[in-house]
């Protein structure tokens, strides 16, 4: 928190704290799937069948790749994939059906990354799906796919662009370089208008690659445009990766004011305790590898994450009031990888079971448990086990003098009724009150539980 306030012109242009009914249904959404699709997946992680930097760079970044395995003159080879572009196995309905299967609410889905490549035809430029083999529309597919699919829509959009000779990543400075770069502006603020008006369906924007000095300079125009995104399309939800202050802050203004609906920062990462969010929404992105977006092809000799990690960093999240956004990266025919089939099945199976724990529940105001993540809704509190305890006790401290504590408790997973007690075993009873929900000795669990409880007056 910053003490000193000081003038900023270009701050936050919503509340802190939106209360109306999208940003209420972001809240609400728990799991989220990410999709990386675009020239990229056509090599897949691999140059000419080699790839010697497997894990430890992103198969999305290709086109920058150096060192041996490189795509050697991008110009005549990345840059040429567009002819190559024609996934006759995709099939958009057949995603939306397997993100639903898998419990997702929302999707974001890269419609133009930081290769360019505009997977919608833009009139803007003629490096889009247009001018490829398969031609037709794909943002339209995938927007009309999940929306009649009940889930909801937001569009990453790299400002960055390899492609664009306007674009650049230092500072314009000459009279030629500002007209250039103003090029540019006026391009991107052309395309964002084109997606808003193609696909209003959308409830945001998703947006990314905005950390070079060209865009940051650019506070007065973002600013602007950020206002008139708004005013086009009514509850539309943008993060906090859109833009700066006048003072290049980013994500937070220098008052550490957000700027956007939620913050964007969490990358592969989350934060580790509640009270660093100070009430704020959030999201975080997570990958299936180590690294890496786009499609990758062969996944041997890299570790990557099993449903049981998944479920455990979705428990984590939504422990803490954060959305979790798993990202897939479909293949240069549109097909999903096999270990992600497997993953969303998982996944789905699971939050079937225990998806009353998942959705709309908030933060539960209790200290962490070491067996688990508490999430809470109206009078009901949740325990997500993942860490069985050898003595079939689930112990769960409440502070002292809480206005609610468990009374009634039973395992989500079918309903049967567990014993609960007061145990008073704890070492600090000055603060807290321990009560101690009893497995069945029989019980046996090979993947994560919900402890379900009612909250009620303490007897
Ligand atoms: C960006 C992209 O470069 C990447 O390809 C992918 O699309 C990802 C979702 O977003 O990568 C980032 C952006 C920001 C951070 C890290 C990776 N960050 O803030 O730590």
């Given amino acids: 928190k910053v003490e000193n306030k000081i003038d900023v012109k270009y701050g936050p242009l919503t509340p802190a704290h939106r209360t109306d009914e999208a940003m209420e249904r972001f809240r609400n959404y728990g799991l989220g799937q990410f999709i990386h699709w675009g020239l990229y997946a056509i090599p ?9 930097r497997k894990g430890a760079a992103a198969s999305e970044w290709i086109r920058t790749w150096s060192g041996p395995t490189a795509p050697k003159d991008w110009k ?52 889009t799906v247009k001018k490829s083999p398969y031609k037709k529309d794909i943002v339209k597919q995938v927007v009309d796919a999940y929306t009649a699919e009940g889930i909801d829509v937001f569009l990453y959009f790299s400002i960055l662009e390899w492609n664009n000779s306007n674009y650049m990543g230092k500072a314009p400075s000459t009279p030629e370089e500002k007209a250039k770069f103003n090029k540019f502006l006026e391009y991107t603020r052309n395309q964002l208008l084109e997606l ?68 964007q920062g969490w990358e592969r990462k989350m934060p580790k305790e509640f009270e660093w969010l100070e009430g704020r929404d959030w999201d975080c992105v997570m990958t299936i590898p180590p690294n890496g977006w786009g499609y990758m092809k062969d996944w041997s000799g890299i570790y990557t994450k099993t449903s049981e990690d998944l479920i455990d960093m979705l428990m984590n999240c939504v422990s803490m009031n954060g959305n979790f956004v798993l990202n897939f990266g479909p293949d240069g025919n549109g097909l999903m990888h096999p270990g992600e089939d497997k993953l969303a099945k998982e996944i789905g199976d699971w939050i079937k079971i225990n998806g ?87 019980f046996r669990a090979d993947q994560a539980f919900v402890v379900k409880m009612k909250l009620g007056k303490p007897k």
């Fill in 196 to 263: 808003l008006q193609n696909y209003p369906q959308i409830k945001g924007f998703w947006f990314d690659g905005t950390w070079d000095q060209s865009w940051i300079q650019a506070y007065d125009f973002t600013y602007k445009l950020e206002k008139e995104l708004r005013e086009k399309h009514p509850g539309l939800i943008i993060g906090s990766r859109f833009r700066n202050d006048e003072f290049g802050k980013r994500h937070f203004d220098s008052n550490g004011e957000m700027l956007g609906d939620y913050e």
């Fill in 356 to 442: 009353e724990a998942v959705y709309g529940v908030r933060h539960a105001g209790l200290a962490p448990s070491k067996l688990g993540y508490f999430t809470k809704k109206a009078d009901n509190l949740y325990l997500t086990v993942f860490n069985r305890p050898v003595n079939n006790i689930v112990r769960i401290a409440v502070p002292k003098n809480a206005a609610e504590v468990p009374v009634e408790a039973v395992l989500l997973q079918d309903g049967q009724s567990l014993d609960l007690k007061r145990s008073d075993i704890g070492l600090d009873l000055d603060r807290n009150t321990y009560y101690d929900v009893v497995l069945p000795g029989t």
């Fill in 44 to 52: 897949g992680n691999e140059w000419e069948g080699v790839s010697a």
């Fill in 76 to 127: 005549n080879t990345y840059d040429n994939l567009y002819k190559q572009f024609n996934p006759t196995g995709f099939d958009a309905k057949k995603w939306a059906k397997q993100a639903k299967e898998m419990g997702a609410k929302y999707l974001i889905f890269t419609t133009k990354h930081h290769d360019g490549f505009a997977l919608w035809p833009s009139k803007y430029t003629d490096y």
